[in-house]
Each structure stands twice: as C-alpha cells, then as structure tokens.
C-alpha cells in the first residue's frame, strides 16, 4: 500500500481495544469489560518528532516505523471514512471519541479537521483532544473548541521539571518543555473551562509519591483533573527493561488523585514518610476504608462522557489483562476488592 496514501488526516491509527469494539480486529476483553472512548492517534510517514524516552512512537526508537505500537498494543490504521461509519453503527457504545496528536507539523491543523468532520457526523458523540504542546499553541486551542472539541488532555507524565527534562527534554535530545507544557494547560483550561482540561502523569519513572501528589494537587489547583497511568515498559522503547512501580504504591496515588480531584483532601494534610510515601492521606480512617471498598479510586480516570461518568476507561492499557489489573476498567467486585485491601494494607491475608 502506497504509505503517504495512509497519513492523517484521511487516515488514522486506532487502539487495538477499539479496533476490537470496532469491528476492525478479532478479540474480547477480559471480564466482559467494554471500551467506552474510541482512542485514535494521528499518522504520518515522518512519525513524531519528539523522542520520550518511554514511547512506542518515539523517534529515537529501535524498530521501524511500521511496527510501532503504542502502550504496546499495534495501532492498525484505518481511513476515517469506515471510523466514522462503524461508530455510527455502535452510537449507543460509545460515549466520547479522542484524537491524540503526535509532535509533527501537521497534527494541529490535521487535529482541527478530523475533529471537526467527527462532530458533524457523530453530533451526540463529545469529542477529546490528547495535544501536544510543542505543536499546538494557544491559537490551535481556540480553533479546536470552534472544531467543536469539548475536552484537552496534556500528557506532562512526569511529575518534576528533572524528570520531564531527563525522559522527554534535554536527556533524551527531545523537545519538549515542562513550562510549555503547564503553561498549555493553563490556556486549556482558560478556553474550555474548568473541568475541561487535564493532565496525564504515569507513575514509576524514579518520581516520590510526595512529587507526585504535588503535581496532581497542582493540576487541581488549576481546575483540571488528573488521568494516572503505570508505567509499564514498552517494548523497543528506551525504558524497555524498567520495570513497573509495585502495586502498593500506584494504589496510594490512585487513593491521593480521587481524593485530590474529589476535594476530599488536600497534599497539604497528607504525612509523608523521609523517602516521600505516603503514610497519612488527612482524612479519618474509617472514611478512607469507606471510599476504598467503594472501589472508585481504583477504576480508570479519564474524560467522562455526557453522563458523567468516565468514558476514558481504557481496558488493559498498561497492565496484561489478567487479575492484576492497575486501572479497572468497570467496578471492581467484591473479590478485587478484598484484593485492593491486601495491597493497600488495609486488610490481612
Ligand atoms: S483521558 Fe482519555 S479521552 Fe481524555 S485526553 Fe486522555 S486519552 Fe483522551
């Protein structure tokens, strides 16, 4: 297939998990859980230009373009014209649409256009924007909410100016910038509202809990929520050999970002051991038994769709579908939760 006949913005590259709730790809999820938010990705035969050092798509990355995969599943790409008629099929499945931009030229422009022919012919279905600072600016911003666009996500991922420089910065010969990226969000949020934008971090890459409850409580501060991600190593990546945080600690930040983005607490009342863990969240401990068997700090934090609830739900994006799921896809049962509980501390064995 001639390759420049395959780029953005006729074409685009969709998760395998929506392939699958698609029609696209053969497959079916663990535990019966069903995808909510149709993830699609930009594509261009010049790739991304940035380099980060945990990305699938990183231009600095050791296989070629066409094997790329990204949170590492493959994206089949797929013209625009058969998204647009297979969601029509699924309307009632699917509550929200995202389009990730890659740090290329082109995405901001391309960005505006598929959003645009997605909301005039899916008009019930809100549409998310993933963007890249480096490419989009406060002008993209404004021309993406007249495209109708309802939702901006930033992906800042790490949660210290030292770390974003070393895995996306200077460290890696890349160029973003982590005052870029706050200042974008800021705008983000100045042109869509409260609410209406947030930032991605993946915890694990070398940052203390207390950092990271810094970054989330500074996103809130803002007016943005915080969409967590654990880091899971990509293969042909860069940090293909690190390994993900241990399961204790991506459970305490989830606790810190629900009751962070809830305003329940506040980093301000929180105790942190020397090392930075958390040890205290501010809050009784009875309530904090309470909001853990509810299991809602454990489910996946995403865009929500027009009910409110999270459509972002990502199945298994960065853990193997098995019973050590990172983010639940769908209420965890009584039996993830006896399982949370273990992880937590907050039961026996
Ligand atoms: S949370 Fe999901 S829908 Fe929202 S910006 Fe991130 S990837 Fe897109």
């Known amino acids: 297939m001639n390759r420049a006949r395959t780029e953005s913005p006729e074409f685009l590259r969709m998760s395998l998990a929506a392939a699958m709730t698609l029609g696209f790809a053969p497959g079916a999820f663990y535990r019966g859980a069903c995808l909510h938010c149709v993830n699609l990705l930009l594509t261009y035969a010049s790739g991304c230009a940035a380099k980060c050092a945990y990305c ?12 790329d995969s990204f949170i590492r599943v493959p994206w089949p790409t797929i013209s625009l014209n058969d998204i647009v008629a297979a969601i029509a099929k699924r309307k009632g499945q699917v509550a929200r649409i995202c389009i990730s931009m890659l740090t290329n030229s082109r995405a901001a422009r391309d960005t505006e256009i598929v959003c645009r022919r997605l909301r005039e012919a899916l008009p019930d279905i809100p549409v998310s924007l993933l963007i890249s600072p ?3 600016h406060r002008e993209d911003l404004v021309a993406f909410r007249e495209a109708g666009a309802d939702k901006i996500g930033v992906a800042v991922d790490l949660a210290t100016p030292e770390l974003f420089d070393r895995y996306r910065g200077s460290g890696v010969g890349g160029p973003h910038k982590w005052d870029v990226y706050w200042e974008c969000l ?5 042109i869509f509202g409260s609410g209406n934008a947030g930032s991605h971090f993946i915890v694990g890459m070398g940052e203390t809990e207390h950092e990271m409850c810094d970054a989330m409580q500074r996103v809130s501060g803002m007016g943005g929520k915080t969409h967590l991600f654990s880091f899971f190593p990509e293969h042909a990546s860069a940090l293909e050999d690190r390994r993900s945080p241990p399961v204790a600690q991506y459970r305490r930040i989830q606790m810190a970002r629900y009751l962070i983005d809830e305003g329940m607490a506040h980093v301000s009342n929180f105790a942190f051991a020397a090392s930075g863990k958390i040890t205290d969240f501010g809050i009784d401990q009875r309530l904090l038994e309470r909001i853990t068997e509810s299991g809602e700090p454990f489910r996946t934090s995403g865009c929500t769709g027009r009910d409110g609830e999270v459509a972002c739900n990502r199945p298994y994006a960065n853990s193997r579908p098995g019973p050590r799921i990172r983010n639940y896809p769908f209420p965890p049962d009584a039996s993830d939760i006896v399982r949370i509980q273990l992880q937590m501390g907050l039961a026996s064995p």
């Not at 699938?56 to 094997?67: D, I, N, T, V």
């Not at 800021?186 to 100045?190: F, K």
């Open 56 to 67: 699938g798509l990183s231009g600095s990355r050791k296989p070629a373009p066409e094997q």
């Open 186 to 190: 800021a705008q983000a949020l100045e």
């Open 134 to 136: 480096t490419v989009a």
